[in-house]
């Protein structure tokens, strides 16, 4: 039976002048039933999409950030 890991990506995948491109836009992960946002590579940000959607900020890891400069941001340490 497969595992649920509860991962989520967006990359974008293709060619430019006969180059592959790949990245990764973004990567979520539910760890606890919280939002760990590992990477956010959007203009406007995914952690204030998700407030202004209704998902409380104690909900959300900003996990790209050290845990040490997690508990300076208004959102959850972890």
Same mark, same amino acid.
């Given at each position: 039976? #497969?595992?649920?890991?509860?991962?989520? /990506?967006?990359?974008?995948? !293709? $060619?430019?002048?006969?180059?592959?491109?790949? !990245?990764?836009? =973004?990567? =979520? @992960?539910? +760890? +606890?039933? +919280?939002? $760990?946002? /590992?990477? @956010?590579? %959007?203009? !406007?940000?995914?952690? @204030?999409?998700? %407030?202004?959607? !209704?998902? #409380? +900020? /104690?909900?959300?890891?900003?996990? &790209?950030?050290? #845990?040490?400069?997690? /508990? &300076? %941001?208004? &959102?959850?340490?972890?």
């Amino acid at each position: 039976m #497969p595992r649920r890991r509860h991962r989520y /990506q967006l990359v974008h995948v !293709g $060619w430019s002048n006969k180059r592959r491109v790949y !990245g990764c836009v =973004l990567h =979520l @992960d539910i +760890k +606890k039933e +919280k939002i $760990w946002i /590992q990477h @956010d590579g %959007t203009e !406007g940000g995914i952690a @204030d999409e998700l %407030t202004s959607r !209704g998902v #409380p +900020k /104690q909900d959300i890891v900003l996990a &790209f950030h050290s #845990p040490f400069k997690r /508990q &300076f %941001t208004e &959102f959850a340490v972890g």
